[in-house]
């Protein structure tokens, strides 16, 4: 009786085209119809991590089930979401009359919920960044946030995300059996910017990296290198405001030019990034979360 939503589950995309073939030429069958979970077959499709499917059915006529719950209030984002299917959630966030990014179950549960309910820590990142996102410290029907769903399940990195936007909400009393996540939320309570910049810096480190890596190798840069990484950051030097630019140029005038190992870079980058980059704010020129 529901085909289509069957096959969405197993993925079978020929099967589906096939489907579909038959779709266009039967007014009778439905791409957006309901099975008895009140799932359609885009909703199986997310769940399921069916990428492809999930394309072709968006292509397909008629389709309207980009934002449809189920009885239970759940959209297809928020399977997506949950299943940490990041190339589909990344797909959907795209499109064209997407509204699902905030948008809670009958639970109250948003999709971003689910994300650091369940551990997925590349999706965390990426919904941060989505233009519109406004669920960082929502509560579901148990008052709970993604914050303390995140330290509940002990997701130490997504704890971290978390802790670099700047309107967490930290509260007093959290439950996890996690040692380093305790130590961490307490040091925040202490001295909130100093652990956030620490934070900040400690996930960009390849970022910082590769600033230190085009001064010291600026003097030999052109057109013609064969330093073809050096060159591209140059590139990207040439369009950064001002101050950082002013900042590498006094790098690169105290530069020793000789070569240091990864090991000693990374014991002493971050002393360095803090002299000289937080000083100017920095962290408002790379983007850095809100």
């Not at 993925?11 to 030429?25: A, V």
Request: charged content about 25%; some cysteine; hydrophobic content about 35%.
């Amino acid at each position: 009786m529901h085909e289509l939503h069957e096959l969405c589950k197993k993925g079978d995309i020929e099967l589906i085209k096939k489907y579909i073939t038959n779709l266009n030429s039967n007014t009778n069958l439905n791409v957006n119809e309901k099975d008895n979970l009140s799932y359609t077959p885009f909703h199986w499709a997310c769940r399921h991590g069916h990428i492809d499917v999930v394309r072709l059915l968006m292509v397909t006529q008629n389709f309207n089930s980009l934002n449809e719950k189920n009885n239970f209030g759940v959209s297809p984002f928020h399977w997506a979401c949950s299943k940490g299917h990041t190339e589909i959630v990344e797909l959907l966030i795209k499109m064209d009359g997407f509204s699902s990014l905030n948008e809670k179950d009958n639970h109250n549960n948003t999709s971003f919920l689910l994300v650091c309910e369940n551990g997925h820590k590349e999706i965390v990142e990426l919904l941060i960044k989505t233009n519109g996102f406004s669920s960082l410290n929502e509560k579901d029907n148990f008052g709970s946030t993604p914050f303390l769903l995140a330290c509940a399940n002990s997701h130490e990195e997504i704890v971290q995300e978390l802790l670099k936007c700047r309107n967490i909400i930290v509260p007093d009393i959290i439950e996890t059996k996690d040692t380093k996540i305790k130590e961490l939320v307490e040091r925040y309570k202490k001295d909130p910017k100093t652990v956030r910049s620490n934070l900040i810096l400690k996930s960009n480190i390849d970022l910082y990296r590769n600033i230190v890596f085009l001064c010291d190798e600026y003097y030999k840069l052109n057109e013609k290198t064969e330093n073809k990484n050096g060159l591209r950051f140059m590139k990207i030097a040439s369009k950064l405001p001002l101050e950082l630019q002013m900042t590498l140029i006094h790098r690169l005038s105290n530069s020793p030019k000789t070569v240091i190992t990864s090991k000693q870079f990374d014991e002493n980058i971050i002393e360095y990034i803090k002299g000289y980059l937080l000083k100017i704010e920095i962290m408002l020129y790379l983007n850095i979360r809100k």
